[in-house]
């Protein structure tokens, strides 16, 4: 078997903006395990300001990984890059999308017996000026979508309650509606500003304020409830947010987690715990979107999942699943289903 590692920088359709820099593309490394006629990808795809490890790493990672693969346990090669969540689920996911070839069926099924066929998917209402966002509302729900995330917490509590209210009055009652505070209220502001909130009928809000502990004390004294992001970076971490008991939906990143079988993990742990889990990409490759589809997949419930990122890219390593009245049709064909063009 060959593992090969190639990189690749897709240039984003406009910069992004983060809270210390302006990034124009998303770069990352493609992970390939061939075997006879088949060929197994993974992505690995760090996020700068969000990932904690950079792509030099990564890649160093991975290389190393490549060397000792082969010679060595795959669960010790895989072992070995857990301290680096993304490298692990490149190659991770380059041997489920490879076993689930070899076995002749789709990842999905793979992962979970129960996965379903359709993918429903949240658009991201991205402009921040009220009546843009109104607009851009409107059209997702136009398009199918039926439900909307919303970045909150860069302006004022205000402007939020304002901007979600107008947009709950545009799309109606049947829309759900979910938010991404990022971690910008402290305990105090967050309990207050959700409370304004709740009359627009929020589903949830991620992280409203930063640390697992601090999202419980807002879950706690919040009737909307609250979900944990990147305050929860590992399966430990999930575990502990859902032990609180006050901590309703978590956000699964195959991607961040380190790979298909990792963010399974999680995902029981909530489904155990009664809470939702919700499964994100993180604008990496078509690749690696569809690994997070395909999780989404196996998660089994008609939650929509937030992998509906490859529009935000300009070019990509592969024809992107397309999302059909809002929902992503999961691909039929043994293993992920998706390979570069
Ligand atoms: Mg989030």
């Not at 124009?24 to 075997?35: D, K, N």
């Not at 490879?98 to 991201?124: K, Y």
């Not at 997702?140 to 947009?167: C, M, Y």
């Not at 004390?217 to 970076?233: F, I, K, L, N, Y």
Request: aromatic share 2%.
């Amino acid at each position: 078997m060959s593992f090969d590692v190639g990189p690749y920088e897709l240039p984003l359709v406009s910069p992004m903006v983060t809270s210390y820099r302006s990034i124009e593309s998303r770069r990352g490394v493609l992970v390939s395990l061939a075997e006879g006629r088949l060929t197994g990808w993974g992505d690995a795809c760090p996020m700068v300001g969000w990932s904690r490890s950079s792509l030099n790493e990564v890649t160093n990672q991975l290389t190393v990984a490549a060397a000792r693969f082969g010679s060595e346990p795959l669960d010790d090669v895989l072992d070995m890059l857990a301290a680096v969540p993304e490298a692990r689920a490149a190659l991770a996911g380059a041997v489920y999308d490879l076993s689930a070839q070899r076995a002749g069926i789709p990842l999905a099924r793979l992962l979970a017996d129960t996965a379903v066929e359709r993918v429903r998917v949240n658009a991201s209402i991205g402009a921040t000026e009220t009546d843009r966002a109104v607009d851009e509302a409107s059209q997702a729900v136009t398009a199918g979508f039926t439900t909307l995330k919303l970045k909150v917490g860069a302006a004022s509590p205000a402007v939020d309650v304002a901007r979600v209210g107008a947009i709950r009055r545009a799309v109606g009652d049947d829309v759900e509606i979910r938010l991404d505070a990022n971690g910008a209220w402290d305990v105090d502001t967050a309990i207050e500003t959700l409370h304004r909130l709740a009359d627009s009928g929020v589903a949830f809000c991620e992280e409203p304020t930063a640390g697992i502990d601090a999202i419980a004390t807002v879950g706690s004294q919040s009737s909307v409830p609250v979900a944990v992001d990147e305050s929860a970076r590992t399966v430990d971490d999930i575990a502990r947010a859902l032990s609180s008991g006050a901590i309703n939906v978590v956000v699964v990143k195959p991607q961040a987690l380190g790979g298909p079988d990792v963010a399974m993990r999680a995902i029981d742990l909530a489904r155990t715990a009664g809470a939702t889990a919700v499964v994100t990409s993180m604008i990496d490759s078509a690749i690696g979107v569809a690994h997070a589809v395909h999780v989404a997949a196996a998660a089994g419930s008609e939650v929509a999942h937030g992998v509906a990122t490859s529009m935000l890219l300009a070019d990509d390593v592969a024809r992107g699943l397309p999302i059909e009245d809002g929902h992503v049709v999961v691909p039929t064909r043994p293993g992920l289903g998706v390979s570069p063009t």
